[in-house]
Structure formats: structure tokens, C-alpha cells
């Protein structure tokens, strides 16, 4: 149980362009999904924490703008990437954690690898 | 927030050895900690988790230590397989609001 699925596995775009990234609880219902940000041999960075049906909380020096959050329904949340630079590739995995879950351990995803061109 | 971004230090051990991993955690106020193993190109996996109000928790083959006195949790893997070779990161919680990361370890299993 408690898996969690990302769509696209990797990624390619040119510079410019809007990418959109799901995430998805398969088996639970997710009242709360986390996105992070990770890079070659570096620890997960945690962007932003994403509730069901309410804004994003993003982490401080997140751009808001530029990483959309969207978490419509209790197993799912996107994030879109919008004018992507090659600076924004990076390996993005999501988070769910279980709607009160005690302890609040969080699942995640297999991950996105985002390369811009 | 709580997370940093230095690269990863690494740990070689010979296959059947024991392991030992170690992670700092910054804020006092964590009450919740978990174990992830994070293979290369894949999401972080679960491995164990404490509460602040434990010291010690033990699962298959791992053992997870935690003093809350000097900040500090360690992994313990007992005969290390090389399927054990992976990025192990520990992360911290304060119940309730998010998970912050470690810096990570490397660990290779030597066979």
C-alpha cells in the first residue's frame, strides 16, 4: 500500500517552455503532498507543501509564479514549471502524506527528471 | 527552512560489515524522524522512523538511534549487502508541518 506515482518519468523541453508534472496517491487519500527539488549528489530541497483544495505554501526563495502548484483532489497535485531555463533541471520528486496518518510519515514518488535544453 | 544543499559524503563498507550512518538534525523542536534510502534515479524509500520520546527502534537488520541531547540520530545497518548501496538521508519532523532532509551519505557496499 501507500504508493505513489509521478507522470513523467523524465522529461526534455526547450528553454521557454511550460512543463506539467503530476502526482499521484494511488491507494490513500492525500490531504497533504510536499514537491522538492533535488540536484546531482545534493539532498532533497523541499519547494513547496501543497493542500487539497487551498494555495500552495512555498518555501522561501521559491518563485510562486514560476513553480504552479495545484492540488485539486485528495490524490492528486501538479506542479508546472512554467518558462523553464536550464538552470530548472533538476530531478522533482512529490510527497503524499496520509490524511491523519499518525505519524505523519510521508510517501513519495519514483521522481521526474526535468532536463531543459 | 531547514534544508541544506552540500554535496553528499560518502562511506565505503565491506560486505557483511556493519554500518554505520550519521545525521545532525537542527531544530529541537523535531519530534519525528525518518530513514529514507534513495537509490540512484529513484524517490526516497522508507526505512525507519523514532519519536522523540524513544532512543532506540530497531526493524529488519536496522537499528536507528536517536539523541536528542546533541541533535543527533544514526542508522545502523547490520551485515551489509550490496543491495544496501544507496544514499541514505534522515529527515526531521515537527508534527504536523513539513519534513526537512539531511545532507545524505553515500554508502557502497564493497563485496
Known amino acids: 500500500g501507500a504508493v505513489v506515482s509521478q507522470h513523467p518519468s523524465r522529461v526534455i523541453c526547450k528553454s521557454g517552455t511550460s512543463v506539467k508534472i503530476e502526482c499521484r496517491s494511488l491507494?490513500?487519500?492525500?490531504?497533504?503532498m510536499f514537491w522538492y527539488r533535488q540536484f546531482p549528489k545534493q539532498s532533497l530541497m523541499l519547494m513547496a507543501t501543497s493542500n487539497e483544495g487551498s494555495k500552495a505554501t512555498y518555501e522561501q526563495g521559491v518563485e510562486k509564479d514560476k513553480f504552479l502548484i495545484n492540488h485539486a483532489s485528495l490524490t492528486l497535485s501538479t506542479l508546472t514549471v512554467t518558462s523553464a531555463h536550464p538552470e530548472d533541471s533538476s530531478f522533482y520528486i512529490c510527497s503524499a502524506r496520509l490524511a491523519g496518518g499518525k505519524p505523519p510519515t510521508q510517501y513519495f514518488g519514483p521522481g521526474t527528471r526535468l532536463t531543459v535544453l | 527552512g531547514e534544508n541544506v544543499g552540500l554535496h553528499l559524503p560518502t562511506l565505503s563498507v565491506q560486505e557483511g560489515d556493519n554500518s554505520i550512518i550519521n545525521c545532525a538534525y537542527s531544530?529541537?523542536?523535531?519530534?519525528?524522524f525518518i530513514w529514507y534510502k534513495q537509490e540512484s534515479g529513484k524517490g526516497p524509500q522508507f526505512i525507519i522512523d523514532?519519536?522523540?520520546?524513544?532512543d532506540k527502534r530497531q526493524g529488519q537488520r536496522v537499528t536507528v538511534l536517536l539523541n536528542k541531547t546533541v541533535k543527533h540520530l544514526s542508522l545502523q545497518i547490520a551485515a551489509t549487502q550490496p543491495g544496501d548501496s544507496a544514499v541514505y538521508f534522515c529527515?526531521?519532523?515537527?508534527?504536523?508541518?513539513?519534513?526537512?532532509f539531511g545532507t545524505g551519505t553515500s554508502l557502497t557496499v564493497i563485496p
Open positions: 491507494d490513500f487519500q492525500a490531504t497533504t
Open positions: 531544530n529541537s523542536a523535531s519530534d519525528y
Open positions: 529527515a526531521e519532523n515537527i508534527i504536523g508541518n513539513q519534513f526537512y
Open positions: 523514532i519519536r522523540s520520546n524513544m
